[in-house]
């Protein structure tokens, strides 16, 4: 009955590698998010994302991307890792409402070696 | 990116209330005050937002200053569970940056 999943859980990769994170809500919801959490525990957002828009934070370097094959579904592909990539990654969803809360999953702790 | 500040840490005793300021200084008409909380490897928890009136539900209330530019997060008896990162953030709509989270208040609920 999860409601925001991500998976895998962990995931440990050497740098250079390409990886993915998926993401699956069951909410309902129209727009998805991803954020990353680092060392120092600070939250920044990544992307948001509906079937309309994708607004980029542009600090975010385009070896990141979302890709969404459905409503329900925000994935995140990384390309040519590395080591300053390592970090939590949290994978939200809303509704499109101006005051709608984000409901966040339990995060993927990626560790680039 | 944050434009919120709060302490950094704070105790509380179990069975108390806490209460956990932020400061909003610039915040704008159209803009929700949010707290959420993370609890030590899971992800941000919802626990309330509100615009300008006194907001309240099963977890939580919010009391926002009348001009808006300060918050207060009460959390009525605290246990041991509540202990987290509280994070205070101000939501504006289009803009992925302002959903940046802030440092947020470690609180300690002490037995």
């Known amino acids: 009955d999860t409601a925001v999943s991500q998976t895998p859980k962990y995931l440990v990769t050497q740098m250079g590698n390409d990886k993915s994170i998926k993401c699956e809500q069951n909410?309902?919801?129209?727009?998805m998010y991803w954020y990353k959490q680092d060392s120092k525990k600070f939250l920044k957002i990544m992307f948001s994302y509906n079937n309309k828009e994708l607004i980029i934070n542009e600090t975010v370097p385009n070896r990141f991307s979302p890709k969404s094959p459905d409503k329900a579904h925000l994935n995140l592909h990384i390309n040519s890792l590395e080591l300053g990539d390592s970090a939590v990654y949290f994978c939200a969803s809303s509704l499109p409402d101006r005051d709608s809360p984000l409901h966040f999953g339990n995060g993927t702790r990626l560790t680039v070696t | 990116d944050a434009k919120t500040t709060q302490p950094t840490s704070m105790d509380c005793a179990e069975g108390r209330a806490a209460n956990l300021p932020c400061n909003h200084s610039t915040i704008s008409g159209n803009e929700y005050v949010y707290w959420y909380r993370q609890i030590h490897s899971q992800g941000p928890q919802y626990i309330i937002h509100g615009l300008k009136n006194n907001e309240t539900n099963e977890m939580a209330s919010l009391i926002i200053t009348e001009d808006r530019k300060s918050s207060t997060l009460i959390l009525p008896h605290a246990t041991l569970r509540d202990t987290a990162v509280y994070y205070c953030?101000?939501?504006?709509?289009?803009?992925?940056?302002?959903?940046?989270f802030g440092s947020g208040t470690q609180l300690t609920v002490l037995p």
């Open positions: 909410l309902g919801h129209d727009t």
């Open positions: 953030i101000v939501r504006v709509w289009g803009s992925a940056r302002q959903l940046t």
